[in-house]
């Protein structure tokens, strides 16, 4: 199923963050969000796995406005990793992941023997199954990702709304993590800041500033050295990787392309929009 986000806006408190962004992750694909701190990128999931509502704009999920679903069959459609990493939950693994399974369950129905298999199989896809009988809060900050990444499978989702899911990973769990996504091919719509991670695991990607997309396209279309200093305010080259050939972006960290940071509210004056 393929998500199309309409000239969405979300606000808090009366703040407009996202203002205007337009963006289509299609069916099967693993499309990027990428953009500086505070530029828009989980306010804008937010709003996709229903915890912010749009003050104008819409998000389709296969052409239907998910506003117009009950929250029980937008769940069955759509699974979240969400920034907030419920750190409260006095479970063990194995029930946090069966948490998944609640979109599919009558009132009070137990687990049956195909919820246990789909619980085993993201809790082996994660690599957590060892410390399934563990009490959740008694991991570490990536083991719980891992956990609360298995509970998003869980939920068999058409599409997967992950906000940084590579925060705390090792860079083993990293490349699993991604080389999983993009194994599984479905509709995929993830906030990442390791832009080289996005260049090779994305299909396309939406770079974000101040609340609006400034650029979309292939990763190699878009990651530019110009919108690298217009957008993130740092010099880079981009060069093929010697193993993959994807792009590989060579960042200068010794000093920034301007002296100033960008200016959060501003947005870049150049930076062209490829489709
Ligand atoms: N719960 C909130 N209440 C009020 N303002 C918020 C809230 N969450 C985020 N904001 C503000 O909205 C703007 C966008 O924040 P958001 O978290 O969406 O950015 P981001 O691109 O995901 O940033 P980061 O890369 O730092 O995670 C920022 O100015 C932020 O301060």
New binding site residues.
Partial sequence: MRIDIEDLHVA??G?T?VAGAHLVAAEGEITGLV?????????LLRAVYRHLRPTAGRVLLAGTDLRELSPVRSARHVAALP?ERGSDFELSVREVVAMGRTPYKRAFAGEDAADRDIVSRALADVGMDAHAGRRFTALSGGERQRVLLARAFAQDPDVLVLD?PTNHLDIRHQVDLLALLRSQRRTTLV?L?DLNAAASVCDRLHV?HAGAVVASGPPRDVLTPELMAEVFGVRAVVVDHPLTGDALIAFDHRAPASPQAPVSGSRPATVRCVR
Avoid: F, I, M, W
């Avoid at 953009?35 to 306010?43: A, D, L, R, Y």
């Fill in positions: 808090y408190a703040r963050v953009g500086p701190n505070g530029s828009g990128k989980s306010t920034q940084e906030s800041h974000l």
